[in-house]
């Protein structure tokens, strides 16, 4: 069982930054791909950002490149989402979850971020 367990969510305005972090437990969490999501109310789930297990190979939604960056630290069994030019539209629930065997297996509680305009 893998535990993950976001944080760094919460109010900014419009232009501002936020950093979210992913803690993943695990001994083999090096070989996990971590992905971050989101949803807002009404809308389904959307992958934000993805990165494998060397952190050489990042996917990043349209709606986000450019102005969102995913990395990790496998010393320290974390992912990170660094977010600037937020905007209003990137008011989401925020959950990062991991992939052991192919598919995203576990998941975090989730994170709010709100963007005021």
């Known amino acids: 069982q893998v535990q993950v367990v976001e944080s760094g969510g919460g109010l900014v305005q419009a232009g501002g930054s936020l950093r979210l972090s992913c803690a993943a437990s695990?001994?083999?969490?090096?070989?996990?791909?971590m992905g971050w999501f989101r949803q807002s109310p009404g809308k389904e789930r959307e992958l934000v950002a993805r990165?494998?297990?060397?952190?050489?190979?990042?996917y990043y939604g349209d709606s986000v490149k450019g102005r969102f960056t995913i990395s990790r630290d496998n010393a320290k069994n974390t992912v990170y989402l660094q977010m600037n030019s937020l905007k209003p539209e990137d008011t989401a629930v925020y959950y990062c979850?991991?992939?052991?065997?192919?598919?995203?297996?576990?998941w975090g509680q989730g994170t709010s971020v709100i963007v005021s305009s």
């Open positions: 979850a991991a992939a052991v065997a192919g598919n995203y297996d576990y």
């Open positions: 695990g001994r083999t969490f090096s070989s996990y791909t």
């Open positions: 990165i494998r297990r060397n952190g050489g190979n990042t």
